[in-house]
C-alpha cells in the first residue's frame, strides 16, 4: 500500500459523509498517473502554491491601489487568511482539508493589477465582460505553464469558479472557501481602513458589533463558530449562519460599501485605473504580437476574436 493509498483510507475513516473524498474525484481535464506520496487534492495544491501566478498576488492590492507602509494587506495575504480560516472551518467540520486549501490558494489567481478597480475596467472593455474567477480559472486551466495549464482536479476547478457568487460549488470544500473569502475580506478590509485612517472604529453599526464583536479578532471567531455550529452534519448538504449573524454580517458589509468603499480618500486614483488599463488593452488589440505568442494560441482554441484576448 502506498502513502497515498495509506492517505485515502484515513479519509474514507475519518472525514463526514459529506466531504469530498480524493479516490472519488472526477478527476482531471487529461488523465495522469496517480502520485505514490499525495492525493490528487495535495497534488493541486502543491501545483497552485509554485505556480507564477500565485507568486504574482504579492504585487497585487486590496482596498488602497498605492498604500504607504508595510501592513495593508496584497491579494497574496488575503489568500493566505482565506486559506486559514477555510481550513479551520474544514477542519471542524471533518471535510477535506487539503481539497479545500488547494481551492483557497486557486481562488483569485485571476485577480487584475489594482484589484476591482482592474476588473471593473476590464468587464468595461471586454465584449463579454470580464470577471476575476472566470479568469482565475482560465488561469490554471489555460494559461500557466506557458499555456498548457495546471491540469487540476474537478472539484478545485469548480471551487475556484463558484468563489464568488451565482451558483454554489458542487462541494462543500468549495463553499467553506466562499465563506471564508467573506469573512476574510470584510474583516481585514475593515482594518487596513481603520489603520490607513478612513474609517474610525467607533463609526461601525452598533448592532452589527454586539453581535459580532468589537475586533477583527472577535469577529473572525464568531463568525467561525457559526458557522461551524449551524452546518454541523451539514443538513441537507448545506452550510449556513445562524440568522443572526448573518443579519448582523449583511449590515457590516452594507456599511463598508456605502462607507470605505466608496471613500474618495481610499480610491483617489482609481480614476487613473480606467485610463490606464484601456490604454494597455487598446494597444494590444492594435499590436497582438507584442503577447507571449501562447496567448494567441489559447484564444484561438477557445475561439475568440483577437479582441477578447
Not at 103 to 129: F, K, M, Q, S, V
Not at 168 to 193: K, M, Q, S
Not at 238 to 267: H, I, N, R
Amino acid at each position: 500500500m502506498t502513502v497515498r493509498e495509506e492517505t485515502q483510507t484515513i479519509e474514507r475513516l475519518t472525514l463526514s459523509p459529506y466531504a469530498a473524498l480524493s479516490e472519488q474525484s472526477f478527476g482531471r481535464r487529461t488523465p495522469e498517473p496517480e502520485d505514490d506520496l499525495r492525493t490528487c487534492y495535495q497534488r493541486d495544491r502543491d501545483r497552485i502554491l509554485h505556480c507564477k501566478s500565485f507568486r504574482r498576488l504579492k504585487q497585487e492590492t486590496q482596498v488602497f491601489l498605492s498604500p504607504e507602509g508595510d501592513h495593508y494587506r496584497t491579494r497574496l495575504t488575503h489568500t493566505l487568511e482565506v486559506s486559514q480560516i477555510a481550513r479551520t472551518i474544514a477542519r471542524a467540520l471533518r471535510l477535506n482539508e487539503d481539497l479545500t486549501e488547494a481551492i483557497a490558494l486557486g481562488h483569485d489567481l485571476g485577480h487584475t493589477p489594482y484589484g476591482h478597480a482592474g476588473e471593473r475596467a476590464l468587464n468595461r472593455l471586454c465584449p463579454g465582460g470580464f470577471t476575476h474567477y472566470r479568469q482565475s480559472l482560465r488561469v490554471v486551466d489555460y494559461l500557466e505553464k506557458d499555456g498548457k495549464g495546471l491540469n487540476l482536479c474537478w472539484e478545485v476547478r469548480n471551487g475556484i469558479i463558484t468563489h464568488t457568487k451565482g451558483a454554489w460549488a458542487r462541494t462543500l470544500e468549495g463553499c467553506t472557501v466562499r465563506y471564508a473569502d467573506h469573512i476574510a475580506f470584510l474583516n481585514h478590509d475593515i482594518e487596513d481602513a481603520v489603520a490607513a485612517g478612513v474609517l474610525n472604529p467607533t463609526a461601525l453599526p452598533r448592532d452589527a458589533v454586539q453581535v459580532l464583536g468589537d475586533t477583527k479578532s472577535r469577529r473572525i471567531t464568531t463568525m467561525i463558530t457559526d458557522l461551524v455550529a449551524n452546518s454541523a452534519n451539514c443538513k441537507n448538504g448545506k452550510m449556513q449562519f445562524s440568522p443572526e449573524v448573518e443579519e448582523a454580517y449583511g449590515v457590516l458589509k452594507d456599511f463598508m460599501y456605502s462607507t470605505v468603499y466608496v471613500d474618495k480618500d481610499a480610491k483617489r486614483e482609481e480614476k487613473k485605473v480606467d485610463k490606464m488599463i484601456e490604454a494597455l488593452y487598446e494597444r494590444l488589440c492594435a499590436d497582438p504580437t507584442l503577447m507571449p505568442n501562447f496567448y494567441m494560441q489559447v484564444a484561438y482554441h477557445q475561439g475568440l476574436s483577437l479582441i477578447h484576448i
